[in-house]
């Protein structure tokens, strides 16, 4: 164990001069080995926040979460490889195996769920909720993300998976938009397909009755 101004280190000894690095928590081999003057970070699991040397208030459990962090700060990383990529990506939580796995400068997004948010790598503003949520999508001509996924596997059905879209709003499993680059498309409802961008589309083809209030 090592022990400098009050940062604690169990089964890793950084190689940096952790001089000006304060109330960090490091604990498995290869944890938080390059920390030089990050802040108030806590790194669990080997290769835990491996490279992070000046991200502050990060927290990485799981075998390699936020391994490759560099800058990145306010990040939350739960889960084998999650936010395995991101080297200064600012305010993301990813949950889960994989969750926003690549993610490399986006900021603002949630992925809870085994590879959620996988692909992404610099788009921002994203929610995917659900198992496989959004896997795929990985905007990358501007970084205004703002989709949102609830579901599993929603936006990512394998048909018409979102890559390049935005602004859309699934909410169901198994939802999908009606292209890779729909934009500003509200699906509601199990196995939903929008019809287009800008409209919004409501149950799937077995639903025999919709009302919108009770009679």
């Known amino acids: 164990a090592l ?8 089964g890793s000894d950084p190689s940096s ?15 938080l080995e390059s920390i030089t003057s990050g802040d108030r970070n806590t790194a669990i699991g080997k290769d835990a926040m491996n ?9 990485s459990s799981g075998y390699q979460s936020l391994y490759v962090n560099t800058t990145g700060s306010f990040n939350v990383a739960v889960g084998n ?6 080297i200064d990506g600012d305010s993301n ?18 992925a809870i769920g085994r590879k959620a948010l996988y692909s992404t790598t610099t788009s921002r503003y994203n929610l995917a909720i659900g198992t496989y949520a959004l896997e795929d ?7 205004d993300g703002y989709n949102v996924a609830l579901g599993y596997k929603s936006g990512n059905t394998g048909t ?14 198994l939802t999908a938009a009606s292209a890779a680059a729909g934009t500003n498309q509200i699906v509601i409802g199990y196995g939903t397909t929008g ?14 009755t919709w009302t919108p209030t009770d009679d």
């Open 3 to 10: 022990k400098e101004n009050n940062s604690i280190w169990i």
């Open 17 to 31: 001069t952790t001089n000006n690095a304060d109330e960090n928590i490091g604990l498995g081999i290869g944890s």
């Open 51 to 59: 490279s992070n040397t000046d991200g502050n208030y990060n927290t």
């Open 81 to 86: 490889s999650s936010l395995g990529l991101n």
């Open 93 to 110: 939580t990813g949950l889960g195996h994989r969750a926003l796995n690549s993610n490399t400068s986006g900021d603002l997004n949630v």
């Open 137 to 143: 999508a990985n905007r990358t001509a501007d970084t």
């Open 160 to 173: 018409n998976d979102i890559i390049t879209g935005n602004k859309n709003t699934l909410l169901g499993s």
């Open 195 to 208: 019809k287009g961008n800008n409209t919004v589309t409501i149950g799937n083809g077995d639903i025999t």
